[in-house]
């Protein structure tokens, strides 16, 4: 498939099925659930549309995911990267390590290779003209008003309501469940709320002009472009300390590591009950300025004074049934029993990154850099883009943010205006409807 083949506006209703197989599988879970609900227990029904919309991808997403598997990637950027899929690192051990095999915030288009790259990294690349796959290339994407999602999280959303009034009218003073429909109405609320942050961040990525590297100005600009390293280098990455846990060819990254506890409690009733859950020990970021490269030319972005950062999803991830030495066994054991009254199960570090080849977009604020830096990179400023830096400053009606990945590949993830906020507002009115009735 070739984007040009794409219509990268979905119109009212688009038809999504997973491209991946993890949720393909629940994708169709959800779907038995909800033919096996109809027939026993409706709410059985309501969880497997929840998982159906939540498996179903956006309008453009598996379309994308398509050209991207079949564009050519140039051998010295394919090089670079980390061998993807699940390995058994130490079977007596217990310990394994997984690089997800697709990425959604990867190149779509073929983009150029470190082979093709000028040893100034703030002219122009090859004849000048934009990255394939920049804005100016391709346009701004729109996706569907309605999807698969949004049908199964509005019948979602119209089940629960009626559900909920449902219950409360059919049930006894003894039962008391009066307060389901405050639930709905919580759930809502808070799910409104964050549609609404999700709402602004898409319009101001749809809405934005995008600047070439090459004519920017002060201001606050929106920028596409490659991650090339500056004269600060990059960073090689060890996770925890440890020299099998090592990520190369960073500007910016963050890594946790976090033990599952295992506790046991007992309740009033004599009845022994078992949970597990995962709580972060230690974690680290960090980041290097780095060139941000559009084809026009390059520009220098800071990526530590950005507050939002979307680094997309886990580079890497090792997960262990012991600690790296039986020092720190035997301490986290300690420290389960003592904190918790439970046991350490499992030892998992993940690492998420922006390297060196990756497409980054931002939206920022450019200022002029000091005069000493652009001398001591034996900079000559006849380039405009060389007296320039992108800090993540916000400005008046603009957020500043950095993602890996180009607009493009963010904005073909996401889901249209009405099914990120007009869904959850249909919830918060009918839990509101059903507590008024209800009063």
């Given amino acids: 498939m070739n984007i040009s083949d794409l219509d990268l506006d979905r119109g009212f209703f688009q038809f999504t099925l997973p491209y991946r197989w993890q949720f393909w ?21 309501l969880v ?45 051990m217990g310990r394994t390590s997984y690089t997800p095999t697709t990425d959604p915030s990867d190149w ?9 790259w000028n040893e100034n990294q703030y002219v122009p690349h090859g004849d000048g003209t934009p990255l394939p796959e920049h804005p100016v290339n391709v346009g ?4 569907a008003t309605i999807s698969t ?42 799910w409104s709320i964050i549609g609404y942050f999700r709402y602004k961040m898409q319009r101001q990525m749809a809405d934005t002009p995008t600047s070439l590297v090459r004519s920017v100005a002060v201001g606050n600009p929106e920028l596409v472009g490659q991650v ?62 780095f060139i941000l490269n559009d084809g026009t030319g390059g520009i220098l972005v800071k990526p530590t004074t950005f507050k939002r950062t979307d680094m997309g999803q886990y580079l890497k991830r090792w997960e262990s049934n012991h600690a790296d030495s039986l020092k720190k066994e035997l301490g986290m054991e300690f420290a389960a029993r003592l904190f918790t009254g439970g046991n350490v199960v499992k030892h998992r570090w993940t690492v998420y990154a922006l390297r060196v080849g990756n497409p980054v977009y931002l939206v920022g604020t450019t200022k002029s850099r000091p005069q000493e830096d652009v001398q001591n990179e034996g900079l000559d400023g006849t380039l ?3 007296l320039l830096e992108v800090v993540g400053e916000d400005a008046p009606g603009v957020k500043a943010t950095l993602q890996r990945g180009t607009e493009l590949a963010n904005l073909g993830r996401m889901r249209s205006s009405f099914e990120v906020m007009m869904i959850p507002l249909c919830l918060t009115l009918g839990g509101l409807v059903v507590t008024l009735i209800n009063l």
């Fill in 25 to 45: 599988i629940g994708w169709v879970i959800g779907m038995i659930m909800i033919i096996a609900g109809i027939v026993t227990n409706p709410a059985i029904s």
């Fill in 48 to 92: 497997g549309l929840l998982f159906v919309g939540l498996c179903s991808p956006g309008s453009l997403e598996a379309d994308l995911h398509k050209v991207r598997q079949a564009a050519p990637k140039p051998e010295d950027l394919e090089k670079e990267a980390l061998e993807k899929g699940f390995s058994i690192d130490s079977w007596w």
């Fill in 108 to 116: 779509i288009l073929p983009a150029p290779g470190p082979a093709t």
């Fill in 140 to 143: 701004t994407p729109r996706p």
């Fill in 149 to 190: 999602y949004g049908i199964m999280m509005l019948l979602f959303v119209l089940g629960l309501c009626t559900g909920a009034w449902y219950a409360v009218e059919n049930s006894t003073p003894e039962e008391d469940l009066t307060f389901l429909p405050y639930v709905a109405l919580g759930v809502g609320a808070l």
């Fill in 228 to 289: 090339r390293p500056s004269k600060s280098g990059v960073l090689r990455v060890v996770v925890d300390g440890h020299p099998n846990r090592i990520i190369p060819n960073c500007v910016n990254f963050h890594w946790s590591y976090e033990v599952k506890i295992r506790e046991t409690t007992t309740d009033s009733e004599g009845k022994k009950q078992t949970r597990e859950y995962w709580r972060t020990i230690r974690e680290d970021s960090g980041g290097l300025p």
């Fill in 384 to 386: 405009q883009n060389t």
